[in-house]
């Protein structure tokens, strides 16, 4: 029997993927060794870092403005890694839309100062603030935004216009729909949700901005090291890497981002018109700004919560507990969760209103 | 038939830990999903990094003085982290052994005065310069050695004795043989030679040199954020501690490190002593000096090594090739290289010399 897994990442990759993996997890390109056990300088692994790189530019789109980095320690290196390059004692502007958000913005006042354009966490974060409310700084560094708040459940459904680069942190929602990625000096994302494992984060960058990057800061947390040597300065996470090839593969063969968008609307309208309809679950998120990757809802109460996580776990639908930081539940819909999870977890959502309502 | 990879890293694992990450690598734990989906936070991954953690402790016989940590970015990472955390404006000793000591006291450079206490760098590092001769700094913050050199062949035969708290790049060669770690405020090790795969470093730090870390650091790069949070402050590398967890296991099975470095004194003293048997192939090497874990070696000219190299990967002996600074061959004979390894090597040697001597 399937198993339908909504963790908020690491998360579910395609079946696909996963095969194809365990396949050639010993014998990578009939070397008679794994490519985890391959040197990143050999004949194998290069043009596996290269198609990744070609992947992301051809899926999203970009121009050879940007240089597409793969970069360690997830996007809460990007917090620091991106003020240390970029802010250098200026100011910046950040969205505090979420829990990310804000730890971000935290970072980055270590090197310069931090201007919130807005703040929802008075409302729990529950929305979005409307983007002619944000109060900008004239010069400032950098926009820094969230696109997709995983914690919370809200998506920016558009993106500001800005006169100073924008930043965006996309961990939670990168490649799950179409945007026009020129309108961003800068995109980050931790692969493990809708990208690959854990172990790699993506950074997109545009050269004009990595030019005004600061000498000074570490070898390995200076953006344009990456861009010199292809992220092979020192050895890159191999694996990762190579996992994140073979997932934008898939993307590729599926039809790019504007096939996958579709399906991941249609998952969410399905899951969403369900909450809507039932008195027993509720979403605090405000209906405009609901995120179509991380789906929260509440059941009517704490202990039922529990209970829902713990009966849904049982009928192989896991990973459903909210973060810890706010409880509730938690459906993470990625890229590679199928229709099938979706409707398993509708399914079971009936049955456990009509047992517990 | 066996193919024997002698990469310098990454580099081949123990059969029997690809074979088991292979066959459970859709499904951990009867969980229906990989180790690569779990959220780092459940109860199928959350034992791995714990039994990783333990394992590294038992095999390394480390006190509870001391924190085993997990940090993404690999040993180039840790140049600058120890540097930021322990330096402080103040001045290190580092010994420079070779390429990568000499980027290692480059990046301290940033943060603090860098004194070599030696260098065998004008004699194309082909020895440890004598503890004796040493120019140590009274009152240094921390002595900085790399205990086994991977690009020029040499390895500490013992350590010297200091004062300052002592800090080791043991990248290539930990695991490999038996060391009172008492003697050192800091170890680390990047995992893709004797641990694992890329993607994730080994820190161990004593924790009273970690009470003295500069609380300034960004969150990411302060080495108490992973003490504080079990390494778990934010996704870690989860399928690369898996497969340490795993190669840990492996080498507790096979007796702990006492065995191993059994197992790999043979493998060099067989290796080493064919080389000083023939007049063909010459290593550079101090002979005291010698690393038991990367063989240096050239045999009468650039364009043989060229097809000693070529001819070797057709008879499935790989990656020989020297690294990319200096040329040659190398054999890397890490922890999982079995005997049966060394003897087709020299096996082709052999038959190459007579082809060619």
């Known amino acids: 029997?399937?198993?339908?897994?909504?963790?908020?990442?690491?998360?579910?990759?395609?079946?696909?993927?996963?095969?194809?993996?365990?396949?050639?997890?010993?014998?990578?390109?009939?070397?008679?060794?794994?490519i985890l056990e391959l040197s990143h300088r050999g004949k194998l692994f290069e043009p596996v870092i290269r198609r990744a790189e070609a992947n992301v530019k051809e899926l999203l789109g970009l121009s050879d403005d940007y240089a597409v980095l793969f970069v360690q320690g997830g996007a809460s290196?990007?917090?620091?890694?991106?003020?240390?390059?970029?802010?250098n004692?200026?100011?910046?502007?950040?969205?505090?839309?979420?829990?990310?958000?804000?730890?971000?913005?935290?970072?980055?006042?270590?090197?310069?100062?931090?201007?919130?354009v807005c703040s929802?966490?008075?409302?729990?974060?529950?929305?979005?603030?409307?983007?002619?409310?944000?109060?900008t700084t004239e010069g400032a560094a950098y926009l820094h935004i969230t696109s997709n708040n995983t914690v919370a459940g809200t998506q920016y459904q558009a993106f500001p216009e800005t006169k100073v680069p924008m930043i965006a942190d996309m961990s939670s929602d990168i490649m799950s729909r179409v945007f026009d990625p020129n309108k961003f000096a800068m995109i980050y994302a931790g692969a493990q949700k809708n990208l690959g494992p854990s172990g790699v984060a993506l950074v997109i960058l545009r050269k004009d901005l990595a030019e005004?990057?600061?000498?000074?800061?570490?070898?390995?947390?200076?953006?344009?090291t990456y861009i010199a040597d292809g992220s092979m300065f020192n050895t890159p996470p191999t694996f990762a890497i190579y996992i994140l090839a073979l997932v934008t593969d898939y993307f590729k063969k599926l039809g790019?981002?504007?096939?996958?968008?579709?399906?991941n609307n249609a998952k969410a309208a399905k899951l969403y018109g369900f909450l809507d309809s039932s008195d027993f679950y509720k979403t605090p998120v405000v209906k405009e700004d609901r995120s179509r990757m991380n789906v929260v809802?509440?059941?009517?109460?704490?202990?039922?919560?529990?209970?829902?996580?713990?009966?849904?776990?049982?009928?192989?639908l896991t990973s459903l507990k909210g973060h810890r930081l706010v409880g509730g539940c938690r459906a993470s819909i990625y890229n590679a969760m199928p229709m099938a999870g979706v409707d398993a977890l509708i399914d079971f959502m009936k049955d456990f209103e009509r047992a517990n309502g």
Chains 1, 2 share one sequence.
């Open 1 to 34: 029997m399937a198993v339908y897994n909504f963790s908020a990442g690491p998360a579910m990759l395609p079946v696909e993927v996963m095969k194809q993996a365990q396949e050639e997890f010993c014998n990578y390109g009939n070397s008679g060794c794994g």
């Open 77 to 87: 290196m990007q917090f620091a890694m991106l003020a240390m390059n970029f802010l």
């Open 89 to 116: 004692g200026g100011t910046a502007d950040y969205a505090d839309t979420g829990v990310w958000s804000a730890k971000a913005a935290k970072e980055a006042a270590r090197f310069g100062k931090v201007n919130l």
């Open 120 to 135: 929802s966490k008075e409302s729990k974060y529950n929305h979005i603030p409307a983007f002619d409310t944000w109060k």
């Open 212 to 224: 005004r990057a600061t000498a000074a800061v570490p070898t390995m947390l200076n953006y344009n």
């Open 256 to 263: 790019g981002i504007a096939a996958i968008e579709k399906i």
């Open 297 to 316: 809802f509440r059941t009517p109460s704490e202990e039922l919560d529990a209970l829902f996580v713990k009966k849904a776990a049982e009928e192989n």
